[in-house]
């Protein structure tokens, strides 16, 4: 898993459309702290999570559980870059009828 995020994070910072040239030193700290807390803070988080009788359910429903909500995360972890890729995809026909719109406009009033 932390390959994964990894990959995905060079991936954006080498894009520089995503993000800023003058910004890539801060990212690579930042962004590499964040990633690295989460992927080696989250086993025992979520350890620590099942081994707690706060649920009240037995240790195997427990396990269940967090088992259920993590796939519940894996595929939203999926959805999501598809859903960056639409937005951008509509962002660029929105802006294409609007250039299209704009040149209709000056074509008819007679200034293009």
Same mark, same amino acid.
């Given at each position: 898993?932390?390959?994964?995020?990894?990959?995905?994070?060079?991936?954006? /910072? !080498?894009?520089? @459309?995503?993000? %800023?040239?003058?910004?890539?030193?801060? &990212?690579?700290?930042?962004? $590499?702290?964040? /990633? !690295?807390?989460? @992927?080696?803070? %989250?086993?025992?988080?979520?350890?620590? &999570?099942a081994s707690s009788t $706060?649920?009240?359910?037995?240790?195997?429903?427990?396990y269940l559980l967090l088992?259920?909500?993590?796939?519940?995360?894996?595929?939203?972890?999926?959805?999501?870059?598809?859903?960056?890729?639409?937005?951008?995809?509509?962002?660029?026909?929105?802006?294409?009828?609007?250039?299209?719109?704009?040149?209709?406009?000056?074509?008819?009033?007679?200034?293009?």
């Amino acid at each position: 898993m932390r390959t994964l995020q990894w990959a995905a994070f060079f991936h954006f /910072i !080498a894009n520089e @459309s995503y993000y %800023a040239a003058e910004l890539t030193g801060r &990212a690579f700290g930042y962004n $590499g702290l964040v /990633i !690295a807390l989460l @992927s080696d803070g %989250a086993p025992y988080v979520l350890l620590g &999570a099942a081994s707690s009788t $706060g649920w009240g359910e037995e240790l195997a429903r427990r396990y269940l559980l967090l088992k259920m909500m993590l796939q519940v995360l894996v595929l939203a972890a999926c959805v999501f870059p598809i859903h960056l890729l639409l937005g951008r995809h509509h962002a660029a026909v929105r802006a294409a009828l609007k250039l299209t719109a704009t040149a209709s406009t000056m074509a008819l009033s007679g200034q293009g």
